[in-house]
């Protein structure tokens, strides 16, 4: 399922349900638990669904079996619940009218959390007769609203749809835009960063698991290259402190089958897993900048206190009686925390508020020991306009326990942090939201991977582009002469209806006046040779690769050669059927509604100029080089044009040519003690990578003429704005008999 049909789903879900909601006596807030139990109902059946073939193959594989296992044991086992046929989708959806509806789904939810323990208390069960003391259809007709989720969505899209409708309850109630959630493509480059394969994963402000949910998807991607992995062999440890959202990422963990335990709890004074170094992995989108955070509390808390307490410059000073002892900004609290949480070799992610990348005093102490403890591996700073509820731009951390130093001054050469700056990597969505594509993930983890030392994971990456491109070459060159073909049908057509038909001395004037001999003689559009011959000569080097034992960089790039050449004739090709399609367009118009008869049978004969924009469309689809859209479908290439993976190929090869990491200027940077030292201990990636100077490739005279003729431009446009200006005073006058 794409972005946009994402949005058009959760937007008509949405007002569909608050359409309802205004049938009842419900406030908002009472609406949200029944309607979000539905939504979990919804997903568990399609999960459920598609692995219900399996569970009716090992129930008859075992007819003859000593040990008959229970349908139930089989169904946890394959897809992590059990759902009898009362807690089927299908069934409550088919239920009569008359039927106690709401007795039903409160049954239902009953029957999945008998099978599944871990969900006891947490499905909303007496709040669906709450939905009937003003109208006894809203049970049913909710029902059939979220029967439109398809069948094929996935855990993710679960997660998203929980999300969205989350905020918009929450903002329906004045709480300031809903929950600071993170979206899903940070979540997953945060994922193919730390490379959580299995062992146990960390989450102390957890929402609705979103973060669970993405490790276990990332496990389900690479199951062909890490074998005996599964997510099965993930078990996550989560906590929350309001008790409905601990509730929601249950029902998260379960419909996607995953093993673990959230707990309501405060963070900050409770420790109900027992945190200190007991993970394999940490991730976490913490509460930004929180003030309130008692510091006698938290002082002696080995979570918080082993590499130092953010303290106020007053701290140690008499407080007035009954006034409390606050930490001055927990950011560095939850820092802490991530680090204290991981086991020796252990891996960490967390989302930050930019601020704390340069904090000053007891902060900057802070982080002056985790940098020179090696405990911080890479520093990543974010675009703004990433999140869905805030703006503001944040930065990634990231910590690798394998790199402990015991002795700094012994081990201080060798420590050095990853800075990639991110701020210019991302695919606008709409006009105030940005995210990661899924290839701009991969390309922004290989370069954590080649800096690593790990050249296979780069080759591989560059294979799969190629193998990609592969695919939608041939389909590119394809729609490229069926257009030509389907233009040339419609101009042979256009051309005898012209030179067979009577035309009065009206029209003849017509003609003579818009040109239209010459137009019509000109609308021939014969093939870019050029372009057609690049395309082949790509589709050749690409096909010599493909039968080479391994992978090689010099030969990845004999490849790009050559798909560079097709990728810069494409341009030419696209503007050359773009102008000859106007122009016929164009003709075809001043023909259709100046010189036809209306009952002019010959006229039908044409070929419909809307199916051969269409074929332009289809050649522009298979072209375009950026994806200013989400692609239609989900799958790696579909939907994606070549020219789009070669786009991500030569962004790659372009910053690392001999696939081994270096420093990029304005992408990323490995930076030593001295150099941080030097930068005061900021992890600002912005410090380190530089920036980019574009050259415009103009002379110093071309550039003196530019800028002549920009401010002559700019003189005109403000002399016509002061006439305007003084028409307005005129006019005013004369309204106010002035």
């Not at 946009?4 to 009472?30: Q, V």
Request: aromatic fraction near 10%; glycine fraction near 4%; charged fraction near 30%.
């Amino acid at each position: 399922m794409t972005t946009e049909d994402l949005k058009k789903l959760e937007d008509n879900l949405w007002t569909a349900a608050t359409r309802m909601r205004s049938d009842s006596d419900l406030k908002l807030t009472e609406f949200a638990t029944p309607v979000l139990g539905l939504i979990f109902l919804k997903f568990a059946d399609n999960k459920y669904s598609a692995v219900e073939a399996e569970i009716n193959k090992e129930l008859a594989a075992q007819k003859d079996s000593r040990r008959q296992r229970k349908v139930h044991e089989i169904a946890i086992e394959k897809c992590g619940f059990y759902l009898p046929k009362e807690a089927r989708y299908s069934y409550l959806l088919e239920l009569a009218e008359k039927e106690d509806i709401a007795k039903a789904i409160k049954e239902a939810m009953a029957e999945i959390e008998r099978y599944k323990p871990e969900l006891k208390d947490t499905l909303p069960q007496d709040e669906y007769y709450d939905l009937t003391r003003t109208d006894k259809s809203l049970p049913k007709t909710l029902l059939k609203t979220f029967s439109d989720i398809p069948m094929d969505a996935t855990g993710d899209v679960f997660g998203k749809i929980y999300e969205y409708f989350l905020g918009k309850f929450a903002m329906a109630e004045g709480q300031g835009g809903g929950e600071f959630f993170t979206p899903t493509s940070v979540v997953k480059y945060m994922v193919e960063v730390i490379e959580p394969y299995s062992g146990t994963i960390f989450d102390a402000a957890c929402g609705s698991g979103g973060m669970f949910v993405q490790s276990s998807n990332f496990i389900d991607q690479r199951k062909k290259e890490l074998k005996n992995t599964d997510p099965k062999d993930l078990y996550v440890y989560g906590t929350e402190k309001t008790l409905e959202t601990v509730k929601l990422a249950k029902m998260n963990i379960a419909v996607n089958g995953l093993r673990g335990s959230v707990i309501q709890a405060n963070t900050y004074y409770e420790d109900p897993h027992g945190a200190f170094e007991k993970f394999d992995f940490v991730m976490a989108n913490p509460p930004f900048n929180v003030k309130d955070v008692n510091y006698d509390r938290v002082q002696n808390d080995k979570r918080f206190n082993t590499y130092g307490i953010p303290q106020n410059k007053s701290a140690g000073k008499k407080k007035p009686e009954g006034d409390a002892n606050l930490v001055p900004n927990a950011n560095y609290m939850w820092i802490n925390l991530f680090a204290t949480s991981l086991k020796a070799k252990g891996r960490a992610a967390l989302v930050m508020a930019n601020s704390a990348s340069d904090a000053r005093n007891s902060e900057k102490d802070i982080r002056e020991t985790l940098i020179k403890k090696g405990l911080i591996s890479q520093m990543v700073t974010l675009s703004s306009n990433m999140f869905n509820t805030v703006t503001l731009p944040a930065s990634l951390w990231f910590f690798d326990k394998s790199n402990l130093v015991e002795d700094f001054e012994a081990e201080k050469d060798n420590i050095k942090v990853l800075f990639v700056d991110a701020r210019n990597v991302y695919r606008q969505i709409d006009r105030a939201h940005r995210e990661f594509t899924q290839e701009q993930i991969w390309n922004l983890a290989t370069i954590t991977r080649l800096y690593k030392g790990n050249t296979d994971r780069f080759l591989s990456l560059v294979n799969k582009y190629i193998g990609q491109i592969s695919e939608l070459l041939a389909p590119a060159e394809n729609a490229y002469t069926t257009y030509l073909t389907d233009h040339a049908i419609l101009v042979t057509a256009f051309k005898k209806w012209y030179s067979n038909a009577k035309f009065n001395k009206e029209q003849k004037s017509f003609i003579a006046e818009h040109k239209l001999d010459e137009a019509i003689a000109q609308l021939e559009l014969h093939a870019n040779k050029a372009f057609i011959a690049a395309l082949q000569t790509a589709e050749k080097s690409i096909a010599a690769y493909l039968q080479t034992v391994k992978a090689e960089n010099k030969s990845q790039h004999q490849v790009a050669t050559a798909c560079e050449k097709a990728n810069e004739l494409k341009k030419t090709a696209r503007k050359e059927l773009d102008k000859a399609f106007r122009a016929l367009e164009k003709t075809y118009k001043l023909a259709e509604k100046h010189l036809r008869d209306k009952n002019d049978k010959n006229w039908k004969v044409i070929p419909s100029l809307k199916a051969l924009r269409e074929a332009l469309d289809k050649f522009i689809e298979f072209s375009n080089e950026a994806m200013n859209k989400e692609p239609k479908y989900t799958q790696d290439s579909e939907g994606k044009s070549a020219f789009y993976f070669y786009k991500n190929m030569a962004w790659l090869q372009e910053r690392f040519p001999e696939a081994k990491y270096e420093d990029v200027t304005g992408l990323c940077k490995a930076a030593g003690i001295a150099e941080i030292e030097e930068q005061d201990w900021s992890l600002n990636s912005g410090r380190y990578v530089g920036v980019v100077i574009e050259e415009d490739g103009m002379t110093e005279e071309e550039f003196n003429d530019e800028i002549l003729k920009l401010h002559s431009q700019l003189n005109k446009l403000s002399s016509e704005a002061q006439v305007i200006l003084n028409s307005i005073d005129l006019n005013i006058l004369k309204l106010t008999n002035e």
